[in-house]
């Protein structure tokens, strides 16, 4: 079995030596093949510099052209890792490497994705209180009965890892993305500390856009490629009503000579049976345009350094 550790990292300079160390003391112990990917998400203070001035050839550094988000980062980071298990987490010595032992065993286990649960979170009040907020909608939204959807610090089988289609804001949301597809879902309470250098570059303030993109990637796992399911069930709804509608007002015109240039009944029901046929044909356009859509490439690699020797 190979292992990769995938870490995002943005501005992240003093951390890198001593995340690297101690993982590296964590993972021989393991005893474990296993690979470290630094995935630098457009830092502007060095850090991939200090990065590559770590000499192992079980590192790989992944250096972006500029900031494209974690998103792009872990996706990167999935694709060029080769472990059949990988294990994400934050780049801010906030998550404890010794807890890669209790993940594996999970996965050992049976799971597709081991997700951590900051229970007790070294973070800004504030900040918990946004944060469980946001699990509470996305655990009744998705249907996943777990507390920590955001939480970096995760356990990937390597299937699981790479049917992942991340843009925005989702990574927020792997753990609901990975449960609608079928995979099996879990978490562990991890350790939490706090943040030692620099700040927090995934504040609450994301928290907005984070459940729009999730709305969003839920419609489209449900109809991206069945769009007339939606816009012709809508379409053929409203032009039905517009339909009813224009048969009461004919009825009243014929048996009770009733004026209808004066009913704003008239006008909508003209304008419903106008809005189904255009939700039909917009239904149409989209099952025509599916074969052509190919999500584009979410970011732009400057740079992979690996060690030789």
């Not at 843009?167 to 099996?184: N, Q």
């Not at 099952?287 to 979410?298: A, D, F, G, T, Y």
Request: glycine share 8%; hydrophobic share 40%; proline share 3%.
């Amino acid at each position: 079995m190979k292992l990769s550790i995938v870490i995002p990292v943005l501005n992240e300079k003093e951390s890198i030596k001593p995340l690297y160390e101690k993982l590296s003391e964590v993972l021989k112990k393991i005893d474990v093949d296993y690979e470290i990917l630094f995935v630098d998400d457009g830092s502007t203070d060095g850090t991939d510099k200090e990065i590559k001035n770590i000499h192992d050839v079980r590192l790989k550094a992944i250096i972006f052209r500029r900031n494209f988000g974690k998103a792009a980062a872990l996706a990167a980071g999935f694709k060029f890792s080769s472990g059949e298990i990988i294990i994400t987490m934050d780049g801010d010595l906030q998550d404890d490497p010794e807890e890669i032992p209790n993940f594996l065993k999970k996965i050992e286990e049976g799971y597709d994705l081991v997700s951590g649960w900051k229970k007790e979170r070294k973070d800004p009040f504030s900040k918990r209180i946004a944060s469980y907020i946001f699990n509470k909608t996305v655990a009744r939204s998705s249907g996943l009965k777990i507390h920590d959807f955001n939480c970096g610090f995760k356990a990937y089988k390597r299937e699981t890892a790479h049917d992942l289609d991340l843009y925005g804001e989702l990574y927020r949301f792997i753990p609901a993305l990975v449960y609608k597809d079928g995979f099996k879902v879990t978490e562990i309470v991890v350790r939490h500390h706090p943040r030692s250098y620099g700040r927090s570059k995934y504040g609450s303030k994301r928290l907005i856009k984070g459940l729009f993109d999730f709305w969003t990637v839920s419609f489209l796992r449900k109809f991206a490629y069945r769009p007339m399911y939606f816009f012709g069930s809508l379409g053929i709804l409203l032009f039905l009503i517009g339909f009813i509608i224009s048969i009461y007002l004919t009825v009243d015109k014929i048996f009770y000579n009733q004026d209808l240039s004066t009913r704003p009944l008239l006008l909508l029901g003209v304008l419903l049976i106008i809005l189904g046929v255009q939700f039909i044909s917009i239904g149409f356009l989209g099952e025509l345009q599916i074969s052509q859509n190919k999500r584009k490439r979410i970011y732009s690699i400057k740079e992979i350094a690996e060690n030789k020797d």
